[in-house]
């Protein structure tokens, strides 16, 4: 392991021993990576390229689970679902979080402040399967939500917001606003307050300077945000499972269902579809942040 | 100017959204504690009556306490670990600052990026092709991958603000590296460690998506136990023990309030993890 004779702490070589300690001090977290993160995923990749037929598994390289998936019509819909359940619930939670976020920033009393920031985050701190059993309790057809709508709104009969889409959706916004909150408010307190009060002084209103300056300096705030969420959403299992009701079949539904079913080739091959979805994700909102930085 | 005005609109406007919005992320809290007392099993609002029955029903379940205790343990297991090996890999990464430390940091974090589920997937094909399947050595490993880059990304960030020659000066004065650690830096970074340390037991204990691959029928965590009793029932006993759930994440809150109250949360606590995921 020859050092070159650069580093910064001690110009002088070192002997082995101090050497090996960056190595040390770093081994057991490669250590573990290795035995539950890269090894495992390199036989993960290693099924999707087998196939599955007549419930023997074929371990023979064959690209015949790839082109099953991306051609067959029923494998379109579960991948169309879940980008449109994500992409939905990303601008739901972005439209919720960033007033949100701009609230927890502008309230003058500090006390107020902290109640407003532990209610939005203490949520993290409990189960999403409560949370999700939670909205079931809440959206049902004879819930709080439907009795308020047909008691107090007069509706003739019970909106179906639970076992579909729409129940889905809100609870997983439920679930990822913080996540979408924090990018957001930690760029509104970095913000410089002189430049909005410059832009105040030079005559603008408070929407121009919402719009010229407040809100093109937090957007990568809300990208950020807005990546956290997508991906989070695309990878969903507890909330779709137990709100979706059967209906709402997703990509990380149909790999567990998969697995279950010993299909273990079409499990891997739906796992790197949504691997590759959510690196997408990352590499687009990593460009959008490029740009908006400059 | 006017000096004092009557609040704008705009601030009456963005006050309500405050308040919605907090009444959107208690909701679905507060109902199922007001469930959990229900008398009857289905769920039906306004509540029909007031019992203490679903309190009762789940202090007979031992599969829930027996559940809990093994959350608990493997939660703990895994921060620990994690806050270990994590620690550790950030002190490498920011103290020795070598050529590889910005692509070491890039692999630790890079897990981020894959879905829970497909890493459950992954590591359950894996530890049967090894014959490894159902150990809790496999387990814990599992849980650690999954808080790790976190660990990682909050400690490094708070590592590279943390001043380096408290070190130095501890160590002129005769202070081996460990005890220079544990007496000088550690303290400096406490609050960034007590942070992740609850991120990633929190983390570890409501797990669903790689654990429910990974243990036996038997051996089930309490968010798994929870999960398939969901699909099974809905009755309120369900509810009952969120309620209990809601509690302990009160105290934690509690807790912690008063631990951080005079101290200033450090605003880039996740700012590296985006950083380097670029």
């Known amino acids: 392991m020859a050092e070159p004779a650069k580093a910064p702490v001690k110009p002088a070589k070192e002997p082995l021993r101090r050497r090996a300690v960056p190595w040390l001090l770093i081994a057991p977290a490669f250590l573990v990576m290795a035995y539950a993160f890269v090894l495992p995923m390199l036989v993960f990749f290693r099924y999707s390229v087998y196939t599955f037929e007549r419930g023997k598994l074929i371990d023979e390289f064959s690209l015949a689970t790839y082109a099953e998936f991306l051609t067959d019509p029923y494998f379109h819909t579960i991948i169309f679902d879940t980008v449109r359940m994500a992409a939905i619930t990303t601008v739901c939670s972005a439209l919720i979080g960033y007033p949100l976020a701009y609230a927890l920033w502008r309230v003058n009393s500090p006390s107020l402040k902290r109640w407003l920031g532990l209610i939005i985050f203490s949520p993290i701190l409990v189960s999403v399967v409560v949370r999700s059993y939670g909205w079931t309790v809440l959206l049902a057809d004879q819930g709080p939500i439907n009795w308020f709508l047909q008691t107090v709104l007069v509706f003739p009969e019970p909106i179906k917001l639970v076992f579909n889409l729409t129940g889905v959706v809100i609870s997983l916004t439920h679930v990822f606003l913080p996540f979408v909150v924090f990018p957001i408010f930690s760029t509104m307190t970095r913000l410089d307050p002189t430049l909005r009060e410059a832009a105040m002084d030079l005559g603008a209103g408070w929407w121009t300077t919402f719009r010229r300056v407040t809100f093109p300096l937090t957007l990568p705030g809300l990208v950020a945000g807005m990546q956290i969420c997508f991906t989070l959403a695309l990878g969903a299992f507890v909330t779709p499972s137990l709100l979706g009701g059967g209906r709402v079949l997703v990509l990380p539904l149909q790999i567990y269902t998969a697995t279950a079913d010993i299909n273990w080739p079409l499990a891997a091959v739906g796992g790197i579809v949504l691997l590759a979805l959510a690196m997408v994700t990352v590499l687009i909102s990593n460009r959008l942040l490029r740009y908006s930085e400059v | ?278």
Do not use: C
């Not at chain 2, 919605?20 to 959990?36: D, M, Q, R, W």
């Open chain 2, 1 to 278: 100017m006017a000096t004092r005005r009557l609040p704008h609109y705009r601030h009456l406007l963005l006050g309500a959204f405050a308040v919605f919005g907090a009444f959107y992320v208690i909701a679905p809290l507060a109902i199922v504690v007001l469930n959990s007392f229900s008398s009857v099993a289905y769920s039906v609002f306004p509540p029909e009556g007031f019992s203490p029955r679903w309190y009762i029903n789940l202090f007979d379940q031992e599969a829930f306490y027996l559940a809990a205790l093994r959350s608990v343990i493997l939660a703990l297991a895994a921060t620990a670990v994690a806050m270990i090996v994590g620690t550790m890999a950030a002190y490498s990464i920011v103290r020795y600052r070598r050529r590889w430390a910005d692509l070491a940091k890039a692999a630790l974090l890079s897990p981020i990026v894959l879905p829970n589920i497909v890493l459950g997937v992954a590591v359950f094909m894996f530890f049967i092709r090894i014959g490894m399947y159902g150990t809790y050595f496999s387990l814990v490993a599992t849980h650690v991958v999954v808080v790790l880059p976190f660990v990682t990304a909050v400690l490094t960030a708070a590592l590279a603000n943390y001043d380096w020659t408290l070190q130095e000066a501890a160590m002129d004065l005769g202070a081996g590296p460990v005890r220079t650690f544990f007496r000088i830096t550690m303290p400096q970074i406490s609050i960034s460690m007590v942070v992740s340390a609850l991120f990633a037991f929190v983390t570890s204990f409501d797990q669903v998506e790689t654990t429910l691959f990974l243990v036996r029928a038997g051996d089930n965590t309490l968010p798994i136990e929870m999960f398939l009793y969901l699909q099974k029932w809905q009755d309120p006993t369900i509810a009952a023990l969120s309620s209990v759930l809601i509690a302990f994440a009160l105290m934690i809150v509690a807790v912690l309030s008063i631990f951080l109250r005079n101290k200033e949360l450090p605003a880039n606590l996740l700012r590296q993890d985006k950083e380097t995921s670029s």
